[in-house]
Each structure stands twice: as structure tokens, then as C-alpha cells.
Nanobody, 123 residues
Framework: QVQLVESGGGLVQAGGSLRLSCAAS????????MGWYRQAPGKQRELVAR???????NYADSVKGRFTISRDNANNTVALQMNSLKPEDTAVYYC?????????????????WGQGTQVTVSS
């Protein structure tokens, strides 16, 4: 099994910054994708930013130029630096990963989610 543990988040005024971190642990042969999604009240979960394999990160249009995702492959961590935050960025942010691992003694690619961390931006 793989666990994703998030840290960061909280309450900030519009224009402020926050940093989220996520660490993956467990039986990990390879992380094929890792990044962040968010879900605002009454809305569907949406992609914020993510890495896929060794490629460059992709971002939601709404956060381009304000958010930066980074990763540490050696430690299986990913971070999201969020600047110039807006009230519409308020949501629960979830770490997500596609991991080549073992589940029920079967190797394969599996999807994992963190528990979520609240980000609230006040106007």
C-alpha cells in the first residue's frame, strides 16, 4: 500500500501565499504521476497541477503564473507553492499519485489520494 501525507494549507488573505507539501510512502516501484487537485464546495474536483513521469508539469489555466509545482524524486515528495491567492482558490486540496506498486500481492499501477487539506482565501 501507498500513503500520501499532506501538509500546509490554512487561512490567508487575498494576495497572500501558501505552500502545500505531499510525501508518498510505502511500496513504491515508480511514481508515474503526482500532483494536486482541488474541490470547492458544490463543485467537481479539478486538476490544479501535476507531473506525469519525467515530463514538464501541467497546470490548470486558472493557476498558471501564480502556482508552481515542484518535486523531489529521491524522497517521493511534491510541493505546490501558491502565490497571489484569490478567494476563488478556496477549496480542499488533495494530493494525487499514480504509483507502480503492489496491492493484494499484485503488481500494477494504482491510484492514491491524500486526505485533503483546506485552503481558505479571504477577500
Amino acid at each position: 500500500q501507498v500513503q500520501l501525507v499532506e501538509s500546509g494549507g490554512g487561512l490567508v488573505q487575498a494576495g497572500g501565499s501558501l505552500r502545500l507539501s505531499c510525501a508518498a510512502s510505502g511500496i513504491i516501484f515508480k511514481i508515474n504521476a503526482m500532483g494536486w487537485y482541488r474541490q470547492a464546495p458544490g463543485k467537481q474536483r479539478e486538476l490544479v497541477a501535476r507531473f506525469i513521469s519525467g515530463g514538464t508539469p501541467n497546470y490548470a489555466d486558472s493557476v498558471k503564473g501564480r502556482f508552481t509545482i515542484s518535486r523531489d524524486n529521491a524522497n517521493n515528495t511534491v510541493a505546490l507553492q501558491m502565490n497571489s491567492l484569490k478567494p476563488e482558490d478556496t477549496a480542499v486540496y488533495y494530493c494525487h499519485a499514480l504509483v507502480y506498486s503492489v496491492r493484494n500481492m499484485k503488481r500494477g499501477e494504482y491510484e492514491y489520494w491524500g486526505q485533503g487539506t483546506q485552503v481558505t482565501v479571504s477577500s
